[in-house]
């Protein structure tokens, strides 16, 4: 089995920036995409990015392309997203997943672990 725990959410202001980590562990073996995705009130939950452990180029949602940067983080199996310029409609819940395939899906069905979840909160 594996486990994915994300932190790092919190409230700023609109334009500031925010970092989430997201921490894998278990069979990590079985592992080959991270994701993160995001859910606000009311509102389907939506492709944030994705990361192959195989490498190549990330892939991002239209919505936060340029602003949003997905990477390996110091840690092993762990991923970044760094968020920049950050924007009221970028308040969400946001959650990381993985799937043991190594394909960029925005398909939230395709991912079989998910975390618990952050909440990031920007203001106006």
């Known amino acids: 089995q594996v486990q994915v725990v994300e932190s790092g959410g919190g409230l700023v202001q609109a334009g500031g920036s925010l970092r989430l980590s997201c921490a894998a562990s278990?069979?990590?073996?079985?592992?080959?995409?991270m994701g993160w995705f995001r859910q606000a009130p009311g509102k389907e939950r939506e492709f944030v990015a994705s990361?192959?452990?195989?490498?190549?180029?990330?892939y991002y949602g239209d919505s936060v392309k340029g602003r949003f940067t997905i990477s390996r983080g110091f840690a092993k199996n762990s991923v970044i997203l760094q968020m920049n310029s950050l924007r009221p409609d970028d308040t969400a819940e946001y959650y990381c997943?993985?799937?043991?395939?190594?394909?960029?899906?925005?398909?939230?069905?395709?991912?079989?672990?998910w975390g618990q979840g952050t909440q990031v909160t920007v203001s106006s």
């Open positions: 997943a993985a799937k043991g395939s190594s394909s960029h899906d925005t398909d939230w069905s395709k991912y079989d672990v």
């Open positions: 278990g069979r990590t073996s079985t592992t080959y995409t």
């Open positions: 990361l192959r452990w195989s490498g190549g180029s990330p």
